[in-house]
């Protein structure tokens, strides 16, 4: 037997409640209300889904660019750059600013917009202004 105690009281049954019998929101005509008490949660989610896509499309954009240009046009990557280094390696080895770069542009981006978001989060859980 488990130790799960919802066996012995089941849930009463709510009449009108299944799934099925709701419909979503989006068939109900019903907008969700930007200006409750989770917007803040919701704005935290957005800014930080925001700075992952950009950091990382930053980061790999450049790597499937070098990648493509030393798939479809090698010459181009044998030809010397400044410095006498084939272009190809000097391509390779700008990857590490450019993946510097995003961090850093991650990093500033989080002090500035979802830090704040953040804790102003964190202090609306700690004086009980919304429950998840």
Known sequence: MSSDSSELRP???RAGRHASAVAPMWATGRVRSWTGPHR?????????RWQRRVAAFA??????VF??????????MARPAPGGLPFGLFLALVQLPVT???VVFY????RRFVDPLARRVR???REGQ???
């Open 100 to 102: 510097w770069l995003a």
């Open 130 to 132: 919304w429950r998840p």
């Open 59 to 64: 980061a790999l954009g450049y790597f499937a």
């Open 123 to 125: 202090r609306q859980g």
């Open 11 to 13: 849930l009463p049954h």
């Open 40 to 48: 803040d949660l919701r704005l935290l989610r957005r800014a930080c």
């Open 107 to 110: 990093e500033v981006t989080a």
């Open 67 to 76: 990648l493509a240009l030393t798939v479809q046009v090698p010459s181009l």
